[in-house]
């Protein structure tokens, strides 16, 4: 009888078992962590309402709703990165009488007493068959090392170990407790999330209304970042080339005068005005580049990312990796974030080395800028930040920005730029 080969999709089926086992596992731990601030949560809870009962736990009912809010917005947060974003309802409710009567509130103490106990329990049961699994597997590495009291009964007292051969049958039953955590850990992983997304999810409704609200306030951020292009293109023209330009006419009418009565200062005179427009001319190439790059047009987002670390004055590298080519709005909006980071780089950060990472993940653009330098950025100090956020914005992206004091200072792009 042939032997069957083990093929390609064979290896990749497998490989996506493991990898979805130690995904449901990273949940399981994630879920752990989660059950152990929604017991500490629990009892403060507790702590609140049985000393509520002799009036000096209603000084504690805010404390208590805040930790409460906390520990489930941290949930949601959590089930938020495995699956559908989760949207919490805001701040905690700040009295006795509104928690009451706020259903979010109430289903956030029913998640929290449910995931405190019924959580926590399956988290500990993921968590102790792999452990299990490694303790049998190297059983005859160790045992010996083990009291003779200790040593004589071993894997849930199935049999007496007294010789490597009891220490290698303990053994055997590594790979039955590798196939239980491999079979059960994704269902733990899905029965421990299921009360959350059930009793943390908003109500029906809620998503639509949070979505609406959403887009009116980008909209409203696109009508500012509009306006504020427009006045920044005014003051470019107004106070750069309109000056150059008039310069130009009064040194033409200058010279026009002077060109009877002494030709040599005329000819000096039109080459002042010659040099005013190039400058003028020039100033309106910057003007039209600042608008829309040229080189995102004519080649790609890379090339004039590459072209922008060229001219930077700190030493910049570009690593980007893109595999087409986005909307033109996304680029250029990535575009003038790069420009505007890599400026306030060179202004304000000390920086010896900057980097500029491009990928492409799914549908969304995501952009890192990160610097060495002295850290401390703050979006309120007028650096240019708030201007990043409210065009990034704008175009539905999002933007993030690190900056302790120390550094270094990382900025995060994301934009949506399509599938």
Do not use: K
């Not at 500990?124 to 590495?141: M, Q, S, Y």
Request: aromatic fraction near 4%; glycine fraction near 10%; include cysteine.
């Amino acid at each position: 009888m042939p032997t069957r080969r083990f093929t390609a999709p064979d290896r990749r089926g497998v490989v996506a078992w493991v990898h979805g086992t130690l995904d449901a596992l990273e949940h399981l731990v994630g879920g752990l962590g989660t059950a152990v601030l929604a017991l500490l949560a629990l009892a403060w809870l507790l702590v609140t309402a049985l000393t509520s009962l002799v009036g000096v736990g209603l000084l504690l009912v805010p404390s208590a709703l805040s930790a409460l809010r906390a520990v489930a917005d941290r949930e949601r947060a959590r089930l938020s990165r495995w699956g559908p974003e989760i949207i919490g309802p805001g701040a905690a409710q700040p009295s006795l009488r509104r928690a009451v009567a706020d259903r979010a509130t109430r289903r956030e103490a029913a998640w929290l007493v449910t995931h405190a106990g019924f959580g926590m329990l399956l988290a500990l049961i993921g968590l102790t068959l792999p452990l299990n699994a490694v303790r049998d597997l190297t059983f005859p590495f160790w045992w010996h090392l083990l009291p003779a009291e200790d040593a004589g009964t071993a894997s849930l007292g199935l049999w007496a170990v007294d010789g490597l051969p009891g220490a290698l049958g303990v053994a055997l039953l590594g790979p039955a407790w590798l196939a239980l955590a491999v079979g059960l850990t994704p269902t733990l992983a899905r029965l421990q999330a299921l009360p959350g997304r059930r009793l943390l999810a908003p109500p029906a409704g809620a998503d639509l209304v949070l979505r609406v609200a959403q887009l009116t306030a980008t909209r409203a951020a696109a009508l500012d970042a509009h306006a504020a292009e427009l006045r920044r293109i005014e003051r470019s023209l107004h106070d750069g080339t309109q000056n150059r330009i008039v310069a130009v006419t009064v040194l033409l009418g200058a010279a026009r005068r002077a060109v009877v009565r002494d030709p040599d200062a005329a000819a000096a005179i039109i080459g002042q005005a010659q040099d005013a427009a190039e400058q003028a001319l020039a100033e309106l190439r910057g003007v039209v580049r600042s608008i829309l790059p040229p080189v995102l047009t004519d080649r790609s987002l890379p090339d004039a990312l590459t072209g922008l670390a060229a001219a930077s004055p700190v030493p910049c590298r570009v690593d980007a990796d893109l595999p087409g080519r986005c909307a033109a709005s996304v680029e250029a909006t990535a575009y003038f974030a790069v420009a505007e980071a890599l400026t306030n780089i060179a202004r304000h950060s000390a920086a010896r080395a900057a980097v500029v990472t491009v990928r492409r993940a799914d549908d969304r653009l995501l952009v890192r800028i990160r610097d060495d330098g002295v850290g401390g950025a703050d979006e309120r100090g007028g650096s240019g930040l708030a201007g990043i956020r409210r065009r990034v914005e704008a175009h539905d992206g999002t933007f993030t920005l690190a900056s302790p004091a120390g550094g270094p200072t990382t900025v995060e792009v994301s934009l949506p730029c399509g599938s």
